[in-house]
Each structure stands twice: as C-alpha cells, then as structure tokens.
C-alpha cells in the first residue's frame, strides 16, 4: 500500500507506537478500535467480573479490528510526518491550549464529513478531530460510505493507493463474523452495531505552513447492542496522529500512528441495559469539532 517515494506522501502506514494500528477500527497489542497500553489500571474499585468468555469476545474483537486496520495501512517508505516531531511536545498546556480559538467552525461538507478547514494551526486540529470521527465510524463498515470517507479524509494519492486495500479488509467474511456482522457488513436483526469515536482534545505536534502533524485523544465506543449480543459495546481510549498535507484549499490525511491511551480511571457506574445504548447512539448525534 505504499504510494512509493516518488509521491512525496508517508506511506499511510496508520501504525501504532509498538508497531501496530488502527483507525477506522483496530489494534493488535490488544485492541484498535476498541484499549489501554501497557496497564491500564489505576488501583480502581473492583468492577463486578465478567465471564471468562465475555472478556475472551471482547479482547479478540479488539485485536482484530486492529489487525484490520494494521493489513489495510500497510506499506513503505517515509514521509510526511512518518517519523517523530519536534515542536510544540513536552510543554505544560496554559489556560489557552482549552479555549476556543474564536474562529468560527466551518460549514462546508464534503459528502457528511466537514471540510474548508483554516489554513492555519486551529484548521488542522479541527480536521485532525473530524477526520478520527469519520475514520472511525460504522460508515467504515459499509461499502459505498467506506469510500466515500476515504476520498473526504485523505490526500487523493493515498485515498488511491488505500481504496482496494480497506475493502478486502473491511469485506473479509472472517473479520466480518469475527465481530457479529453479516457478510454485507450490517448487524444481525435485533441488533444494533456502533462505531463511535469521541475526541476530547487535540494537540499540534508539529506545524511547517503546508504540512502538519496533529494528536487526538478520544474515547471510541464497539460493539453490538441489543438483547443476546455476544459482544457488548465497550469503551477505549486511544491517542492518534495524523500526518496533514494542504491540498487543494483543505487539509488531508496523509499518514497517521496510533496508541493506546491515556486511560481515565472507570468509575463505579452500573452498566445500562443492551437497548438504552442502542438507542442513545441512535438519538444523540455527533458534533461537528473546532478549536
């Protein structure tokens, strides 16, 4: 999947820190759309156990979507932002770093995904933020609206080299069944499949006028909900970043890496009934996000 060295663009690896990845949905240390490197406890209250085999489902969902994400971003070659960065790490966010920018959020949209994001360092960590939403989401799953976000979120030479590519990942009838699917990528009847990613915060990591590098922290809801699902939606945390190229009068994905975490500390909230959670991700929308 690499666009070779000719291009001038990373090689869309979407790898993780230890050398896995996943957007649009997986991990292979333990989980890529749905979880927490190294430990991710915290001397937390102890929660009620699951069964053995509900932790075996959630755990093996994890790591294949992560594998999937991994085979799909596969490739060669350095780029853009591939490697580290300098700039703007390790400092002490002020007050500022939370605040909004005063800058309006945009209001164009490439298909249902925003776009005519600001030239500038606030652009590039709103589309960063946008673009985790869209990578991840159950569009992903389904044929037409897979390459759809594709041809949005990436710069058109990636976009080209990855097309072919995540549709044998995302159609594999094994994949598939492995996470309760159909082999059209659709739930079964009476159950409702949620891919959801949440930011809640970004960071530039490095920003060069044309070229940036962005983190986004977010939370990511998987699973099946409704009553007999065998694997529960769940929650994770994973920080990506995303690799920008100022294309065409809007910023693109070029590259991105991804790793588990940062954690929070679950509380002792009471998990709510398999319908409750099909219905509030069906009723509550997601947002539009801008710094």
């Known amino acids: 999947m690499s666009l070779g060295d000719d291009k001038g663009y990373g090689s869309g690896s ?36 699951r069964s053995s085999r509900s932790l075996v489902t959630v755990v093996g969902v994890v790591v294949l979507l992560i594998a999937a994400i991994a085979f799909a971003n596969m490739g060669g070659g350095g780029g853009i932002g591939s490697g580290g960065g300098s700039g703007k790490t390790g400092n002490k966010p002020d007050s500022s770093s939370t605040a909004a920018t005063g800058t309006k959020p945009v209001t164009g949209k490439n298909g249902s995904i925003p776009s005519g994001f600001a030239h500038d360092e606030q652009g590039a960590q ?27 979120v ?27 699917l159909n082999a059209d990528g659709t739930a079964p009847a009476g159950l409702t499949f949620i891919s959801r990613s949440n930011p809640a915060g970004t960071k530039v990591v490095k920003f060069n006028g044309d070229t940036a590098s962005v983190a986004v922290w977010y939370s990511a809801l998987f699973g099946l909900a409704g009553e007999g699902s065998k694997n529960p939606v769940s929650e994770s945390w994973f920080t990506n970043t995303f690799d920008l190229a100022w294309i ?16 929070p500390v679950g509380r002792d909230q009471a998990a709510s009934p398999a319908e409750e959670m099909a219905d509030a991700v069906e009723q509550f929308g997601g947002f539009t996000y801008a710094r």
Not at 126 to 152: E, H, I
């Open 14 to 49: 979407g790898r993780t820190d230890d050398g896995y990845s996943t957007i649009g949905g997986t991990r292979q240390t333990r989980t890529r759309l749905p979880d927490g490197e190294g430990g991710d406890s915290y001397g937390t209250p102890r929660r009620p156990a």
């Open 126 to 152: 709103s589309a960063a933020a946008n673009y985790a939403v869209a990578l991840g989401s159950a569009d992903m799953f389904d044929k037409d609206r897979r390459r759809t976000v594709v041809t949005a």
């Open 154 to 180: 990436y710069a058109p030479a990636v976009a080209a080299a990855r097309q072919g590519d995540l549709d044998k990942v995302y159609s594999g009838q094994d994949f598939l069944t492995s996470i309760g």
């Open 248 to 263: 065409n009068g809007d910023w693109k994905v070029t590259d991105f890496t991804q790793k588990d975490g940062p954690t």
